[in-house]
């Protein structure tokens, strides 16, 4: 479907050729010369997945908040901008990789975020595809490991023989994730057409965001 090429290559969201991006890595790779690429994948993902928070309550409503380089800059995020963030540091370390979709059922979403979205179906729910050694895997770095044991969630752990997607069920075998429908990968997402169905899909969620962002911006221009 893609080229070696275009999974390397530095896109207008998986800007892997941008300063924050190239820093991140530097950061967490820096004996980059002496790991292979399976190493540099793995230590990657655990970077994206532990030191950006999974926050599913302030979902991104304008396009650039979607771009690697400024995802790198976020304490927190959900899981779209965590594959785009691990998607463009995988390239950046010479690992291809693309962005990939899938729409999942959460059995075990809150009660605050299932009144916000007013469903139990996550569209668009990000994922990373990624090649070692002529090999595909598909990857999500969402949830960060401190948040899975204070929830009773199943760590994701990526190997680099196996995928590392949702677990079926939790701690608990109660049912978690369910993948519904799988959209594909891309080499660069399709962000206007997320936001554009974010915003028809979950208007109180969409709304509640722009409000949580009028406020931080209110407070940062009240404190100069």
Not at 26 to 48: G, N, Q, Y
Not at 55 to 65: Q, R
């Amino acid at each position: 479907m893609y080229s070696a090429s275009e999974l390397l290559a530095s896109t207008p969201y998986v800007d892997s050729g941008s300063a924050e991006i190239r820093e991140f890595v530097a950061r967490h790779l820096p004996d980059a010369a002496d790991l292979s690429p399976t190493e540099k994948a793995i230590r990657l993902f655990d970077a994206v997945r532990d030191q950006i928070r999974y926050n599913p309550f302030n979902i991104g409503t304008t396009a650039d908040e979607y771009r690697a380089s400024r995802i790198a800059t976020q304490p927190t995020n959900y899981c779209v901008p965590k594959a785009i963030m691990l998607t463009a540091a995988l390239r950046a370390a010479g690992v291809p990789a693309a962005v990939g979709f899938a729409d999942v059922r959460n059995h075990l979403n809150s009660p605050k975020l299932a009144e916000l979205m007013e469903t139990d179906l996550f569209i668009y729910h990000g994922y990373v595809t990624l090649w070692l050694d002529g090999q595909q895997f598909k990857v999500t770095p969402a949830f960060n490991t401190e948040m899975c044991e204070r929830f009773g969630v199943k760590q994701l752990v990526f190997d680099g023989k196996h995928d590392a997607l949702f677990h079926e069920f939790d701690v608990n075998s109660q049912r978690h994730m369910e993948y519904v429908n799988d959209r594909g990968w891309f080499v660069d997402p399709p962000i206007g057409q997320l936001l554009q169905d974010f915003h028809a899909t979950y208007p109180k969620l969409w709304q509640s965001s722009v409000d949580r962002v009028q406020v931080r911006d209110m407070k940062f221009h009240g404190e100069r």
